[in-house]
């Protein structure tokens, strides 16, 4: 399976997919047909511009504080490129993925439009995607299932390293710029720093492979990144980003894990509970020692993290909309210092995991 993965990626990643056209309006409107519609990953984006107008609604971009305001019957909502959330007044409703700015424009998931804005707005809406994407026949699920399915832990022998290798997925790339700074500094590149000084010191320190899903400014699939954790010497998963918030005020280092069935989404995680809630405190631990503000781990449905339990942790490195964090991603001697604080947590990891004698 290993040999076979890498050739289908080529195939997948050389592929153009198709174009999409959508028709879109709240519940008993006549329909308005949008065809300037963005797929990445499989996933159609709209520009929020167009969304707006075809559901009767209003919005504007604050370009100083780099949010956009959209005018609704229950007040203002707010969404921003590199924010996993829309904001109504103190409720937070999930967006995944995130808006992001794509050829020019604001734009948002189909999920936004069909489950978040219902969701948070209270409004029904009747959307239709004109070309949906072929479904893939398999009795086992899609292939992208499959990958999920990849992140399951792999038996390994009594006798071998706790941490054997480790995978890291810095976040965006290529057209796909992610958050953007207070001084134009883009999230795809600090993802990429961080994740590069990370590999450097796990291969000189331990001695371990370690497999990153990019290793320049170029578009990744989801495929493709998951596909980071399928070598049968990977024992953690690191999917690294920075972020966007509606105020400067918002700082620090948040962590997420994959949330259990039981517990409830975009609530903080309970104390006990998995391998990736234990990576998560390893980090969070080492990130506090170095002198980070680290803002909680959480649980969240967020795509990035697939499932299985592979020991797997989405750290949000910092908020680009903040004066501070700002500066230090932006600055190499920040970044070397926040990878040798993700370098310590993996290795409290994987010395706390192994047997005593």
Request: hydrophobic share 40%; no cysteine.
């Amino acid at each position: 399976m290993n040999r076979i993965l890498p050739i289908v990626l080529l195939l997948l990643a050389l592929a153009t997919p198709a174009g999409a056209t959508v028709e879109l309006a709240l519940q008993g409107n006549t329909p308005t047909t949008i065809t300037e519609v963005y797929l990445r990953n499989d996933i159609p984006f709209l520009a929020i511009g167009d969304v707006l107008s075809a559901l009767k609604m209003r919005g504007h971009w604050d370009s100083v504080a780099h949010i956009y305001d959209i005018r609704t019957a229950k007040g203002t909502a707010v969404i921003s490129p590199g924010s996993h959330y829309l904001r109504l007044g103190e409720k937070f409703t999930p967006i995944d993925p995130q808006p992001r700015f794509i050829d020019g424009r604001l734009r948002v998931p189909q999920s936004f439009v069909t489950k978040v804005l219902p969701k948070a707005l209270g409004v029904t809406v009747y959307y239709r995607n004109l070309n949906p994407p072929e479904a893939i026949p398999s009795g086992n699920g899609s292939s992208l299932d499959q990958l999920f399915a990849f992140l399951l832990r792999k038996k390994k022998p009594s006798n071998a390293p706790t941490l054997r290798g480790v995978a890291i997925d810095p976040g965006h790339g290529g057209q796909d710029v992610g958050a953007l700074g207070l001084e134009g500094s883009k999230e795809k590149d600090i993802d990429l720093q961080v994740a590069k000084r990370l590999e450097k010191k796990l291969k000189m320190q331990l001695g371990i492979p370690v497999y990153l899903s990019r290793t320049g400014d170029y578009t990744v699939t989801r495929r493709q990144r998951l596909a980071t954790a399928d070598h049968p010497d990977v024992d953690a998963f690191l999917i690294l980003h920075a972020q966007a918030a509606f105020t400067p005020a918002a700082h620090g280092v948040i962590l997420f894990v994959r949330p259990k069935e039981e517990s409830a989404a975009g609530t903080p995680a309970e104390v006990g509970g998995g391998e990736s809630m234990r990576l998560a405190r390893s980090l969070a631990d080492a990130l506090s020692a170095a002198g980070f503000t680290v803002d909680g781990t959480w649980r969240a449905p967020l795509l990035p993290l697939g499932r299985g339990d592979l020991p797997t942790v989405l750290v949000e490195m910092g908020y680009l909309t903040n004066p501070a964090d700002q500066s230090m991603l932006s600055d190499p001697a920040g970044d070397e210092r926040l990878a040798g604080a993700l370098f310590n947590g993996l290795k409290s990891f994987a010395d706390h995991a192994k047997p005593k004698h």
